[in-house]
């Protein structure tokens, strides 16, 4: 097995995750998720250079802080 095909394997699983994966976890557009960036609201997102990313913790934590 190679590298490239172990990564592809374990895309589902990794543990930084993009706009469009977020968005399709919580069933939000991607939208969405930039306005609740912006108004400091939604999930915890990181900035790798200059792409934004999701931990799959911290998506997890905001759903439990969700909960009514």
Not at 17 to 34: C, D, F, I, N, W
């Amino acid at each position: 097995m190679t590298k490239e095909t172990t990564r592809n394997d374990n895309h589902c699983c990794s543990p930084l995750m993009t706009p469009e994966e977020v968005s399709a976890y919580l069933g939000v557009p991607v939208k969405t998720l930039y306005r609740w960036r912006q108004h400091l609201a939604g999930p915890r997102a990181l900035r790798v250079g200059k792409h934004l990313r999701y931990r799959r913790a911290d998506l997890d934590s905001w759903l439990d802080n969700q909960a009514a």
